[in-house]
């Protein structure tokens, strides 16, 4: 059994930065594609960045790209989501999901979910 729990969510301004993380347990993360999705109220899941199990692809959204990173650290079984340049649009519940294939932005192939982090942007 696979557990992922996400931590660093918060309120910040805009313009702010913040870091998210996603740790693993049952399984090293190194196993999975750990992707990030975020949901704001009223809105459809919508996927934010993967990174492949190799490390070695990312993948991000359009309206992300340039403003986010995601990495990986195998001593601490975490991916984390580096967030610059924060919007109000992107005020959200974010999610990290796990696959065994490479990131897509499908959510319902992600196989194993966490319990999500609030991120409210301030304008």
């Known amino acids: 059994q696979v557990q992922l729990v996400e931590s660093g969510g918060g309120l910040v301004q805009a313009g702010g930065s913040l870091r998210l993380s996603c740790t693993a347990s049952g399984r090293p993360i190194s196993t999975f594609t750990i992707s990030w999705f975020r949901q704001a109220p009223g809105k459809e899941r919508e996927f934010v960045g993967g990174?492949?199990?190799?490390?070695?692809?990312?993948a991000y959204a359009d309206s992300v790209k340039g403003r986010v990173t995601i990495s990986r650290d195998n001593a601490k079984n975490t991916v984390s989501l580096q967030m610059n340049s924060l919007k109000p649009e992107d005020t959200a519940v974010y999610y990290c999901?796990?696959?065994?294939?490479?990131?897509?932005?499908?959510?319902?192939?992600?196989?194993?979910w966490g319990q999500g982090t609030q991120v409210t942007v301030s304008s």
């Open positions: 999901a796990s696959r065994y294939h490479m990131a897509v932005v499908a959510g319902h192939e992600y196989d194993y």
């Open positions: 990174l492949s199990w190799s490390g070695g692809n990312t």
